[in-house]
């Protein structure tokens, strides 16, 4: 059951960048958007279990925190997504696996694997192929800052990462209180972000709010507490999988909706950086001190 719960939320994620596309909202509406709608299913969701949900305020207030850096996170994987469409915004985001463990290096000391250190150069430069080498076959309406803009997402998810994680670390509360929390924050965060956005709305429109309910409801709220509680309990190789099974369902389907076409270099690119993630996910990115290797195979973005 719990490999089951695992597939498919890693399937109903994978739409994510899709759902975007076909909504097109400006950046800020989107995360507003898809954040509120989530928050009448996470509400309920968490109604469920709060008498196990043991967090303290300050926990509470943790995760609040780590939903503002969400928001700027899909604020700005949104511009990439408008960039260089959803198959390639999806498959840079997913390098916040390589930024987890340069920050956990930075913050905490946390000696990085051998592994690690060999494959980060191979992933970045998979990164500047992606980018299309200013080539005038490489998709997207701005390949370059496209891509640019795709690692200023995975650096902001690896903040929320990082933060979310805190937040529960003491307490190992049901999925469901951490994430309404963090997707409270991710509705206020997106108002705070509002004013540098110009076209944000907040007028209901058909069929984009069709997109927008499925982006909370799919998404954020089923797609991440189906994640939340299955990919811990699955072994290494099993998460690893996974986590790369997730971009490459959005290529296919970022293929047969909008037809995206990336070019050889691009396509070559994609297969270095989702091979070095790969590598990364298995054999972790710091050194255990008592503890399991820090991996962010149990979080894709979405």
Do not use: C
Not at 5 to 23: D, T, Y
């Amino acid at each position: 059951m719990t490999r089951i719960s695992a597939v498919v939320g890693i399937v109903s994620i994978s739409f994510s960048a899709i759902f975007m596309r076909l909504a097109s909202p400006s950046p800020a509406t989107g995360a507003f958007w898809r954040a509120a709608y989530a928050v009448p299913l996470l509400t309920a969701a968490w109604l469920l279990v709060r008498k196990r949900d043991g967090r303290d305020r300050p926990a509470r207030w943790l995760a609040f925190g780590a939903g503002l850096l969400l928001a700027v996170d899909l604020v700005v994987w949104q511009m990439a997504i408008d960039r260089i469409g959803a198959s390639l915004a999806v498959v840079l985001a997913n390098v916040q696996v390589v930024f987890v463990g340069g920050l956990a290096w930075l913050l905490h000391r946390e000696r990085p694997t051998v592994t690690a250190l060999a494959v980060v150069p191979i992933v970045l430069v998979g990164v500047v192929m992606i980018s299309g080498l200013g080539r005038l076959d490489a998709y997207g309406t701005d390949p370059v800052f496209g891509t640019v803009l795709g690692l200023a997402t995975a650096l902001t998810y690896t903040g929320f990462i990082l933060v979310f994680r805190h937040s529960n670390r003491r307490h190992l509360a049901p999925a469901a209180g951490p994430l309404l929390d963090a997707t409270l924050g991710t509705v206020v965060g997106s108002l705070l972000l509002a004013p540098l956005d110009t076209g944000f709305t907040l007028a209901f429109s058909w069929p984009r709010h069709g997109w927008l309910l499925a982006l909370g409801l799919v998404i954020q709220g089923l797609g991440w507490l189906l994640i939340t509680n299955a990919l811990p309990r699955l072994a290494a190789l099993e998460t690893s999988v996974l986590l790369l099974l997730q971009p490459m369902l959005t290529i296919v389907w970022a293929r047969l909706v909008f037809a995206e076409s990336l070019s050889t270099v691009q396509w070559l690119g994609v297969g270095v950086v989702l091979g070095g993630i790969l590598v990364i996910a298995l054999r972790g990115t710091v050194e255990p001190k008592g503890f399991r290797q820090v991996s962010a195979a149990a979080e894709p973005h979405s």
